[in-house]
């Protein structure tokens, strides 16, 4: 039922950009958290943006600060990551994912309960 849908990723030069989108379906999100967190090989999958779906409030991992931004749009029910300023330690594969609630700015794997697919992103030197 409920389906997230993310996209966008590529391979990019340091310094670069690029825009991911997340495409969500199967029930109404308001009350909802969206967010995107980021997994490199033998890494452990770490939380990058978040989002609160009804009001647009926003949050970052203090190391994308700056330099990636989190937004959605309603009517298409998809939420966005602009990606500006790449550097090579943002290489990644990087999910979109929805948590019950819009408080606590959770930014924890264990408070998401869905998950897209993931889509990788590669930035080279």
């Known amino acids: 039922q409920v389906q997230l849908v993310d996209s966008g990723g590529g391979l990019v030069q340091a310094g670069g950009s690029l825009r991911l989108s997340c495409a969500a379906s199967?029930?109404?999100?308001?009350?909802?958290?969206m967010g995107w967190f980021r997994q490199a090989p033998g890494k452990e999958r770490e939380f990058v943006a978040g989002?609160?779906?009804?009001?647009?409030?926003?949050w970052y991992a203090d190391s994308v600060k700056g330099r990636f931004t989190i937004s959605k749009d309603n009517g298409k029910n998809t939420v966005y990551l602009q990606m500006n300023s790449l550097k090579p330690e943002d290489t990644a594969v990087y999910y979109c994912?929805?948590?019950?609630?819009?408080?606590?700015?959770?930014?924890?794997?264990?408070?998401?309960?869905?998950w897209g697919q993931g889509t990788q992103v590669t930035v080279s030197s």
């Open positions: 994912a929805t948590a019950r609630g819009d408080y606590g700015f959770m930014s924890k794997r264990h408070e998401y309960d869905y």
């Open positions: 199967g029930r109404t999100f308001s009350g909802y958290t």
């Open positions: 989002i609160y779906w009804s009001t647009g409030l926003t």
